[in-house]
């Protein structure tokens, strides 16, 4: 053994094996495991027998194992525990089991499953030891690649738990910081979470709140027929609750308008869905709107007064002028005349939001003829622009029954709008059609156009595309007015628009006389 320099090897005989009859010897021999027996009257416990196996599984021949202690097949890698336990067994004449380290004649390791057992004699005395050894390196390597995947497994569920643990947190965080009271609700309309805003705005506490159904929270606040209608379809239907508005007498907090939105939380495996309820007091905001209103309402009636008596001694004044004035006198009462007719238009409109805004808006219907309008208020705009032609196409052959001037007003601002926003562009194209019972009238522009996100807000009142204050100014009240008057007519008013491409707004009435639309 020239590799392992502590194994010398004695010069023991070999066991004779003549003793053995040929068919043990050929037993042994065939055995898949090493099989070994050593002498342990000898110092050192030598082997004095090996089988084929052991040879095979060894690498080893017969020569270089015999007279050898088998330690030979550790070579320097002494520091194992399966060693400890062989040599205590061997100690104590005791048999062991275990799993050991081995290197081959070539230096290649093997998992080495070692049963030691002693022999001995009828005093009780230890004369031999047989050992058996299977290489098990197969079985150890699937053995250690499932510890590492288990390990690796290990880890993961460790990081994933930990992230869930974060975003466990950053969700509670997020509920807890929102100024909206938050409720999460199961199927069955029972609060399982609520957020700390919930407690604070309704002055409940916790005990009074997790666990009941919603309907039986406070004094029944929200126990609404409608309001139960629509979240009982939110989880069948995935309807969302959009913008309900609850008006009621909050036991603890007094008369409060809520506005509630709600949501369906899906939830994977076998969770079954949730309910997330915003619930928000609009009261104060609900307050200043109505004041804001009611400014608009005044101060524009205000306004109007004293405009209507400056139009009047403007009128005068242009009138008493003589008659070989100044042209530039003349042309500064022109243009004051002009500017006055611009304000009392701006002053008109604020009016009309205002009666909108609390329902007094009329209309006076009668039988009128669409396509004279829309000319008459084409060559007004004519009259008014150089920069764009303004062709008309196509006309109805019947009569309309409308608010005529209503509606005119509604063709003006969209061919105005039409021109102001684009500057560039020289040519307006107005179009009349009939589309099944519709008349159906469109305003087609060549301009700066406008973005899906804007083409969903320009009709809501005072919104104006960001950043064109400057160069066009306005009030942002000219489509919420049109798509007004246009819907107390039955009728829908719409954009289809891309950016620096352009514009077209249309709008569709029902056609018929006043029996038809009346039903008279
Ligand atoms: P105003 O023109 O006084 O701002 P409107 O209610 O008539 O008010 O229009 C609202 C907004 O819609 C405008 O500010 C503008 O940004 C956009 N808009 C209206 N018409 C057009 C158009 N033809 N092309 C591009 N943008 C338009």
Redesign the pocket.
Known sequence: MKEDKDTTKQNVPAMNTENISPLFQAALNASVSGIIITDNSLPDNPIIYCNKSFERISGYNREEIIGHNCRFLQREDRGQEAREQLREAVKNGESVNVEVRNYTKEGTLFWNELFISPIKDNDGKVTHFIGVQNDVSDRKKIEQELRFEREKMEEKVIERTESLRLSQEYLESIIETVRESLLVLDPDLKVLTANEEFMRTFKVNRSETIGQKLYELGNRQWDIPQLSDLLEKILPTNNPVLDFEVEHNFPHIGQKLMLLNAHRIELEGSYKDRILLAIEDITDHRAIEVRKDDFLAVASHELKTPLTTIKGYVQFAQRLLPKDSEDKLIDIMDKANIQLDRLGRLIAELLDVSKIQSGKFELHRDEFDFNKMVHQAVDELRQATESHEIEVSGKIETKLFGDEAQLAQVVN??IA??I???PKANKIKVDISTVSNYVKFS?K?F????SIN?QKK??ERF???RN?QQQ?????????I?EQIIKQHEGTLW?D?EEDV??T?SFTLPLGTEHENHGI
């Open positions: 601002n969209l709008n039409a102001k926003y684009s305003v522009d301009g700066m156009g406008i804007d320009i009709f919104y104006r595309v064109i066009f100014p306005g009030m942002g009240i000219g489509l919420f049109c954009v628009s352009g514009s707004f």
